[in-house]
């Protein structure tokens, strides 16, 4: 079965410093997709940044870097320098090839960034 | 390129009425879904089809209905709505093919039912 869990319900962050967002996952998959997205109040879906299965590197997209370990099924997010318009819900999700390829999503984190 | 069109944004519902939530992409995807998103649940798949005339349940099906005539709409029909239908539901869709697309998600409805 296919879980993704998102341990931090809420988190705070002062203005300007890094904020790690925890992301962990259980597949039976060898090949997968691992992505994050933002939902600020206004209520939209924004996607952040995507990890495949097999890239070797972390992904990167502005302030935003996903840290892969894949060894021990983790995907988290990190945000760099935060801003007030940081402040949003975060959802970590997952696209196996094996299952479907539907999507599995956590139960999100609800970020607040502090000015 | 309007991407993933969802109607209506709000509605009101009284308790055994029905009705349909709208939702529209242009592009060209095969893979489109329903979640309904509630309160510390995150999202939640209703239903799911990965092509015209192919849909199936997805973990919280009962109490609705989709059909997918055309690439393009994948409706979700509420057949008599219950109080527990009030959420915000999304449509979202994306290429079938390749763990590496992601989703491409409507505004979302935010449906109450009284």
């Known amino acids: 079965a296919q879980k993704i869990t998102q341990t931090q319900p809420g988190m705070f962050v002062q203005e300007k410093e890094a904020v790690t967002l925890d992301c962990t996952y259980d597949?039976?998959?060898?090949?997968?997709?691992l992505f994050w997205y933002k939902q600020p109040s206004s209520g939209e879906m924004i996607f952040l940044i995507y990890?495949?299965?097999?890239?070797?590197q972390n992904a990167t997209e502005g302030r935003y870097s996903l840290n892969f370990q894949k060894a021990r099924k983790s995907a988290n997010l990190v945000i760099s320098a935060s801003q007030l318009g940081d402040s949003a819900m975060y959802f970590c999700a997952m696209r196996g090839a094996n299952t479907g390829n539907q999507f599995y999503f956590g139960t999100g984190t609800s970020l607040t960034v502090i000015p | 390129n309007a991407g993933v069109t969802q109607t209506p944004k709000f509605q009101v519902l009284k308790t055994g009425q029905s009705m349909t939530l709208q939702c529209a992409q242009d592009m060209n995807h095969e893979y489109m879904s329903w979640y309904r998103q509630d309160p510390g649940m995150g999202l939640r798949l209703i239903h799911y089809?990965?092509?015209?005339?192919?849909?199936d349940q997805g973990e919280v099906p009962n109490g609705y209905n989709v059909s997918r005539s055309t690439t393009e709409d994948f409706p979700l029909r509420l057949l008599s709505a219950a109080p527990s239908q009030t959420s915000v539901y999304f449509c979202?869709?994306?290429?079938?093919?390749?763990?590496?697309?992601?989703?491409?998600f409507g505004s979302g409805t935010r449906l109450t039912v009284v």
């Open positions: 979202a869709s994306s290429p079938q093919r390749g763990n590496y697309y992601g989703y491409t």
């Open positions: 990890q495949g299965s097999y890239d070797e």
């Open positions: 597949t039976s998959d060898q090949s997968y997709g």
């Open positions: 089809s990965v092509g015209a005339g192919i849909t």
